[in-house]
């Protein structure tokens, strides 16, 4: 029996690990103030080229012919990438985890669909004569309509932002235009609601704007592997990207990184990376691609708009009845990450609050504005603020205190969520109560007993079977099975389907849900 | 393209080499010298990155035209240490948890060493406008606030 000597090592490490309360400084603390950590451009290579890329100043036009015999003959140039020489000029990135269509080229073929687009990649000996031989390109552009509204996109007759998305949509499961979320039936609700109160919200795109721009550095290295020095914040996600788009294994690259000056979302579309390696590959040189602050901001995705509108019907003692949400996600041209952030923001519907009628749908539009992507919580934070902000007005509507309103609403474990799951491991009370603590906002006393266990607690870590609505019964095949289908044969007669769970039920009002006065306030609602 | 000639001090030692016309001190800095503290971050002197003292005086090395350092003193993060030994305000932002990704922390240490160099005992408020042409992203201004006022006490201490 082999074993490590890991008394060797024990000085190292203290395998209690007990961290908790104390300050434990970064390994790369050293290097941050010395100013040795190596950002990815801080490797200066033998011969490096570098890259810069023409982008369109169009939001949406044709391209009708791309010139660039005069830039190819400018000083110090050393090769032009276009759009054809790119081995799979078409990707998502979420395509590695089997989502979504291929809808965004590396470099623009046909048209562009948004101001700050890529079209063509100069390799030059320097930043300056890359810029040079790049005003020598000659673009004939055939602007087009341009929609930069959510709505507006959704309408007949907008102008199809991208071809692979016809109706100006992510298309879910290849055959749904949004993401809904159906639970009880709010239109019963807003008929028995006290008041009703509905109210739009608009977000702006949002800029991580990191410190260090996005880029790269790659390399030709021995046995035709190429090393590249990336800022991205997801190493092997932008390694297996650009081996999809350079159409190469992935073994071929050897990416190093994990120092990023700033990234907060804006460093995982792998922006950079695919060109730098082309460029490596066809001029077997170094190549560095890096972006300006200007083109950080221009090209470089936001978190994206989001518009929101909300209708909530509200009790006068403060119970929430029916909450319906309807909302569109500026994806820019290209889907990135934006209809990830969909199925993330209607998850989270209809906020961490108990609400016994919700209805959602939330779409995940196209339009000619710059592709948006992750960001710090991206589809749920600009929901949350809308969602809270509402909370707000619906606590001044009913003349309520904001705090205690939250806790009125909060779900508590037991409850029963929008998606059919049982809370769990619930805190939000406890939560409002210490924000509270912590703003000297004064709570009644028997809002600060309140808890959002059940019965003193309990497990709460399990995670409770997703109840199912009943499912048609699906016909069994009977085509003739082939022959190197080694399993047995479906019978005819299908045994029975085992029972899907059942639907939820009601549930009694639970008592220890806090003070006694609050649960008469609560009635039947709680299932 | 013409080259121009050049000579400074760079942390302390002289320095020659050949820049082409129009180079900023940034990239004579990086490219020519291999001095990899000053970062790039906007290249239009809106971020603090590319600070650098020239003749002691904080300057934005991304503005700066590389000819017009010649003859004068360039110091940079890399010759802020003393040997092995950490300047205090180093021990001080390390202390004070005073750095995240770490790409604006060469620009702060600069923009604090100027203000300590001519005020060695800075009010709270004089230390948030000595850094206010320097962006932090990772938003840790409180800690960096803390740490040059850490550091400035601890030099008082020494004296």
């Known amino acids: ?527 | 393209m013409t080259k121009t000639a050049l000579q400074f001090r760079h942390n302390g030692r002289d320095v020659a080499l050949f820049v082409d016309g129009g180079v900023n001190l940034l990239v004579a800095l990086r490219e020519s010298i291999g001095d990899m503290t000053p970062k790039f971050g906007c290249g239009q002197g809106g971020c603090g990155a590319c600070s650098v003292l020239i003749d002691g005086e904080l300057h934005l090395s991304c503005l700066t035209l590389a000819e017009t350092v010649n003859g004068r003193s360039v110091e940079t993060l890399d010759g802020l240490k003393d040997g092995p030994n950490l300047h205090p305000l180093q021990r001080a932002f390390m202390e004070q948890f005073a750095a995240q990704c770490g790409y604006c922390t060469p620009g702060m240490l600069m923009a604090a060493k100027a203000l300590l160099d001519r005020n060695p005992s800075p009010t709270r408020a004089e230390v948030i406008e000595a850094i206010s042409g320097n962006i932090c992203r990772c938003t840790g201004y409180e800690p960096i606030v803390n740490a040059v006022l850490a550091a400035a006490s601890s030099g008082r201490a020494r004296a």
């Open chain 1, 1 to 527: 029996m082999l074993e490590l000597r890991k008394d060797i090592f024990a000085d190292e490490r203290d395998d209690n690990l007990k961290e908790i309360g104390k300050g434990t400084q970064r390994q790369d603390m050293l290097g941050h103030v010395t100013g040795t950590s190596t950002y990815f451009d801080d490797h200066k290579l033998q011969g490096m080229l570098h890259l810069k890329v023409l982008r369109s100043p169009h939001a949406h036009a044709r391209l009708r012919r791309i010139d660039t015999m005069e830039a190819e003959r400018s000083s110090g140039v050393r090769r032009i990438i276009r759009g054809a020489d790119v081995p799979r000029n078409l990707n998502t990135l979420l395509s590695l985890i089997n989502f979504g269509k291929d809808d965004e080229p590396s470099l623009a073929v046909d048209k562009v669909r948004y101001k700050g687009e890529p079209i063509v990649a100069i390799v030059a000996d320097s930043p300056r004569e890359a810029y040079e031989a790049m005003s020598k390109v000659r673009v004939d552009y055939e602007p087009l309509a341009a929609v930069f509204d959510v709505e507006e996109a959704l309408k007949p007759g907008a102008p199809v932002v991208n071809e692979v998305y016809p109706k100006n949509t992510f298309i879910y499961h290849d055959v749904y235009d949004h993401q809904k979320l159906r639970f009880g039936d709010v239109e019963r609700g807003f008929a028995e609601a006290d008041h009703v109160l509905e109210q739009r919200y608009q977000m702006s795109p949002i800029e991580h704007a990191p410190t260090e721009t996005n880029g790269s550095i790659a390399a030709p290295d021995t046995n035709g592997r190429y090393v590249v020095y990336t800022s991205t914040q997801a190493l092997f996600f932008s390694l297996d990207t650009c081996a999809k788009i350079l159409d190469v294994p992935s073994n071929t690259f050897h990416f190093i990184g994990g120092t990023v000056g700033g990234g907060f979302g804006g460093k995982v579309d792998t922006l950079t990376e695919p060109l730098a390696i082309l460029g490596a590959m066809l001029t077997g040189r170094p190549v560095r691609y890096q972006l300006g602050r200007e083109e950080e901001m221009q090209f470089g995705s936001p978190r994206g708009a989001e518009r929101i509108y909300i209708k909530d019907g509200v009790m006068r003692d403060g119970r929430i009845v029916a909450r319906k949400i309807r909302a569109y996600f500026d994806s820019g041209a290209y889907t990135r990450l934006s209809s990830y952030a969909v199925v993330k923001c209607v998850a989270h519907l209809p906020g961490p609050y108990t609400i016994p009628n919700v209805h959602g749908d939330v779409y995940c539009v196209f339009t000619n504005r710059t592709p948006a992507t992750a960001m710090r919580g991206f589809g749920v934070t600009a929901m949350d603020f809308a969602l809270e902000c509402q909370m707000d007005k619906l606590a001044h509507l009913i003349g309520i205190d904001p705090m205690e309103f939250r806790i009125l609403n909060a779900y508590r474990d037991g409850d029963m969520k929008a998606h059919r799951r049982e809370a769990k491991n619930t805190a939000l009370i406890e939560c409002v109560q210490v924000a509270a603590e912590k703003a000297k906002w004064p709570l009644r006393e028997e809002v600060k007993r309140m808890s959002s266990r059940k019965d003193g607690g309990g497990s709460r870590a399990a995670i409770s079977p997703t109840p199912r609505e009943p499912e048609p019964q699906r016909a069994v095949a009977s085509q003739q099975r082939t022959t190197y289908d080694r399993a047995p044969p479906a019978p005819i007669h299908e045994p029975p389907p085992t029972a899907p769970p059942p639907p939820p039920r009601p549930q009694a009002p639970s008592p220890s849900h806090g003070a006694t006065r609050f649960s008469s306030v609560f009635g039947t609602r709680r299932r």
